[in-house]
């Protein structure tokens, strides 16, 4: 990373005083979301992560069938779509991509079969077309497919070659770890990235299991708090319920990460799609996409590339939106914006049709305030709407909505 010369305070320590104040601030405002925000008093000082990284990953349509063909065909779709216009950067590479062995050196070294040009190739193409590249690692002896070495141990050495292959983002896995405690484990492959001078996001893949987000802002700019996610409903609505008690914990410079993106992989409805899409952008998680780029259809593209739900999930306020209100199937989740706005999304989580209703105490507006109403996917703005908003959604559905007060 370039840093410009400047007096002290440094550029890093300037960040952690401007992230420490915000957390301040969002923690005395008065939203009635159960928001008792914890002090953050240290996070990881790499510049990266100040609004939640989006991009790609290849383990949820790809697990374990990557090879470079697919990879450089993912860069060039993510630019001919549109989506890296909106946002989505990073090219993510999972698990499966390294030999079985290391070298003589100890060095990972890429399977030949599969990446015949090398990494720091790979990663030359992916950034010519505008875009980063990022990799997988696991903080045991193997990765969890046991296919190829971890880093435990090898934090140093791992971290220089990533840095000399060019790699921008490193998903750092929590498999076959000797029962050896997480803090330590990844703080060592976070200092390890930091010593390359090279600046490589930092994602943790604990799993939620020790808490991660109580002590992860000051090693990584993500971490998971649940296990994996898979394309079905049950999954998607637990990995949501799961992250939530969490969300006074986020901020920027680091996130809550329910895991990635199932939109378009073919198991559910595209209302149910689209009902993922709304609550992961509300809560500030990853946009990180778990798709086929290459074979995407008119109405999976509408729904990854809305640009309006997409400024919820990237607002520079960075307030992780929440569960504020629960009826039954029926819920009301909401969250803080920029310029006093407030993201709010109603969602029917039951079997049947029904009505939901949001009242401004419910979301953190006074009683009295008058708002513009936008619906972010239907791009309609309803004026001057007082006291509440009341929606009819169908089953699995939900409505997402940007209130501006007048």
């Not at 065909?73 to 698990?95: C, F, K, P, Q, R």
């Not at 990854?304 to 306020?317: M, R, S, W």
Request: hydrophobic share 35%; net charge negative.
């Amino acid at each position: 990373m370039t840093r410009p010369l400047i007096q002290l305070p440094s550029l890093f320590f300037c960040l952690s005083l401007f992230h420490a104040i915000l957390s301040v601030a969002v923690a005395a405002r008065p939203l009635n979301c159960s928001d008792t925000k914890p002090t953050r008093r240290s996070l990881l000082n790499n510049g990266l992560g100040l609004t939640p990284q989006m991009g790609w990953n290849s383990f949820n349509h790809f697990p374990c069938t990557l090879n470079e063909e697919l990879i450089r065909e993912t860069a060039d779709a993510m630019v001919s779509t549109g989506l890296a216009a909106v946002g989505y950067e990073y090219i993510n590479l999972d698990d499966c991509w390294a030999e079985l062995n290391r070298d003589s050196k100890g060095n990972l070294v890429p399977k030949a079969s599969i990446f015949p040009s090398g990494m720091k190739a790979l990663a030359d193409y992916v950034h010519n077309k505008g875009l980063k590249i990022g990799i997988y690692g696991d903080a045991g002896t193997q990765t969890c497919a046991k296919t190829m070495p971890g880093s435990l141990g090898y934090e140093e050495q791992d971290a220089n070659t990533f840095a000399s292959w060019g790699i921008d983002y490193l998903k750092y896995d929590n498999c076959h770890n000797n029962g050896e405690s997480p803090q330590d484990r990844y703080s060592k492959m976070s200092k390890a990235l930091l010593n390359t001078g090279r600046s490589i996001f930092f994602s943790l893949c604990e799993w939620g299991q020790e808490d991660p987000a109580t002590w992860a802002p000051a090693i990584g700019n993500s971490w998971r708090t649940t296990g994996d996610i898979k394309d079905n409903w049950q999954s998607i609505t637990s990995r949501a319920d799961q992250n939530d008690p969490w969300a006074a914990y986020a901020g920027p410079g680091g996130w809550n990460d329910p895991d990635m993106l199932e939109v378009g992989n073919g198991g559910m409805s595209t209302e149910e799609y689209r009902s993922h899409f709304s609550i992961w952008a509300l809560a500030k998680a990853p946009l990180l996409l778990g798709c086929d780029l290459r074979s995407l259809d008119d109405e999976t593209l509408g729904l990854l590339n809305n640009k309006e739900v997409i400024a919820v999930n990237q607002d520079k306020l960075g307030v992780q939106g929440k569960k504020v209100k629960k009826d039954g199937d029926l819920e009301v989740w909401a969250g803080p914006l920029s310029g006093h706005r407030v993201a709010v999304v109603l969602w029917n989580r039951g079997s049947s049709t029904a009505s939901i209703t949001a009242k401004w105490t419910d979301i953190g507006l006074k009683s009295s305030t008058v708002v513009d109403v936008r619906d972010v996917w239907t791009h309609s703005t309803i004026p001057s709407v007082s006291g509440q908003l009341k929606a009819t959604i169908d089953s699995h559905a939900c409505k997402m909505y940007v209130l501006t007060p007048q």
